[in-house]
């Protein structure tokens, strides 16, 4: 009874991780679909996003106002990179994109860095930290869960319902064909990073109360969220939500089981790679079929 | 079995032009071998020391510049690949008292099988998902070299005897580990060059350019991946084993995930499918850190960054792939240069 009480325990904590992979790995998905480009500066924009919700805090507004606004910024911020520091190099090899995107993770982290310094901050938790169910989870795992998925309902609802995100799938789909339609294409990518640099700026400020606020904090995240995004399959929106829950869960029970905590990032990148040789376009991916 | 492709041949068989060409530019490498022979002359043992390891890097990029750049296949964990050529070298040297030079054939065997067992896996892996697997080998590495302490020393890492120059030469240890690498690193290009100018390395680009084309014209996919793999993990392992030697010291933080993205943007500012553009990939690598603590000590490397992006902005196809088609046709009558023929073919898709 005790271990099956723990068990549950710990997979209802790592629901509460994976759904903040499940985040960021939704905006690495949404860009890769538009721009065939994994931006590895996801998580690094996230830090910055929560960062400026964390001086609005200080500054002494209310904390959900302090996350609007912070989420506008966080929109129009991702507009503009995607605008004038991406656009350049979208018709460049592949490599130089990614370039581009590791050198903006630098630069976000090192002028965090500058501005912020490197010290660990408290953040507030929006929601309150008590057991419930019989001491199986908290409080706020129920708040950044339940958050998560009603945000996920949003997005999904955002694209299959309204004109600009029918675009948006357009453009991303076939953006030859798109144009011609009369979708500017240009301005729906600009709107896909947009859209990412909100959800991640979400991830930031939900892991943001449990890891404290530092430069370096969305390292970590990211890289699940990069796992879980290629777990679920890293062309479906579906699959990137699985994959960072499955992820969360899989790393909690890795590190309370298996191994010590030394070893817990191996063996738990260890398995996914185990599922993708079986299932080398993950879960819910497609293969990509090519004409010769 | 490796029918040459027609497109290629033809422009093989360059016209005199091309003669003259090719005389110019061995007389150029000519000439920069000689430089590079004599540098340590005039410089202090600490600027010695620094172009040793820009050479080291090199030999690492080149590594990464066949994987990457000739077969199409992207790795985000080649510093895993340069620790375990290190360690080779170190726990050869530290354990059995091998002889340093000694260490580098072990480490480049090593290199390569590691690297042939790995590129197994990585046949069913492509873009992304090869990415996040050799990410996870870089991220995988460090705390590998801390779990198996009783061979790695763990944390405090191994320190190793610096090798003793030759009696006689008169040379000081940086200049004679500056000629050790700088031989080296003729070695690495030489083969590098005949392999990927062959039929070998024809077979590499064809597959990154149309793998199904490749493979309908009988190119055995799966067995020329693989041997790109192993090939490009022992240039790289050979280079970590230079760099366990010439430092003299190895630790699991030497060897995060910034290396292997390090050797990343090396290879794509320099030129990823270069010879040449390695060697800009090591001075990048060696000085641009450098560089941006000079000029910012608050954000060093918001301004490192800054420097990737303005590299990609100017030269998306790195100094090397830019440039040479441009220094081709300085003295080449054709107006089409004969190298990175593959850059030009539309993309498909």
Known sequence: MHLMHQFLQQIFSGLAAGSIYASLALALVMIYRATDLVNFAQGEMAMFSTYIAWTLVNAGLPFWLAFFITLVVSFLGGMIIERVLIRP????????????????????????????????????????DRPVFGALMTTRDLGVIGFTLVMLVLLFAFFRYTPIGLAMRAAAQNPASARLCGIRVGRMLAIGWGLAAMIGATAGV?????????????????????????????????GAVVGGLIVGITENLVGTYLIASQLKLTVAFALIILVLVFRPNGLFGTAIVRRV | MDKRPAALETLAGAPATAATASRWRWLGIFALVLLAAALP???????VFELTMVMIYAIAVLGLNILTGYNGQISLGHGGFFAVGAYTAAILMHRYGAPYWLTLPPAALIGFALGVLFGLPALRFEGPYLALVTLAMALATPQLL?????????????????????????????????YLVFVVLLLAIRIAANMLHGRTGRAWVAIRDHPIAAAAMGIDTARYKTLAFGTSTLFTAVAGALAAIVVGYVSPEGYSIFLSVSFLVGSAVG???????????????????????????????????????????????????????????????RKTPLLQTADRLPKEG
Request: proline residues 9%; aromatic residues 14%; glycine residues 12%.
């Open chain 2, 146 to 178: 801390k779990y198996f302490d009783t061979w790695t020393g763990g944390q405090q890492g191994i320190n190793l005897v610096k090798p003793v120059p030759p009696p006689g030469l008169g040379l000081g240890r940086d200049r004679w580990l500056y």
């Open chain 1, 89 to 128: 190099v979208e018709n460049a090899p592949v490599l130089a994109a990614v370039v581009v995107t590791i050198g903006l993770l630098l630069i976000f982290n090192s002028v965090a860095g500058w501005i912020y310094s490197y010290t660990v901050q408290d953040f507030p938790s929006p929601f309150p």
């Open chain 2, 271 to 333: 030129g990823i499918a270069t010879i040449g553009g390695a060697i800009v990939g090591g001075f990048f690598i060696q000085f641009v850190p450098n560089l941006a603590n000079d000029i910012s000590d608050a954000a060093p490397w918001a301004i490192y960054g800054l420097a990737m992006l303005l590299f990609m902005y100017t030269m998306p196809r790195g100094v090397v792939g830019t440039l040479e088609p441009w220094v081709a046709r300085l003295y080449s009558s």
């Open chain 1, 206 to 238: 939900m892991v943001a109360p449990v890891l404290f606020l530092d430069p370096n904090m969305m390292g970590g995240v990211l890289i699940y969220a990069f796992a879980g995004a290629l777990l679920g399959g890293i062309t479906s929106p579906i």
């Open chain 2, 41 to 47: 002359f005039a410089l202090s043992n600490y600027h």
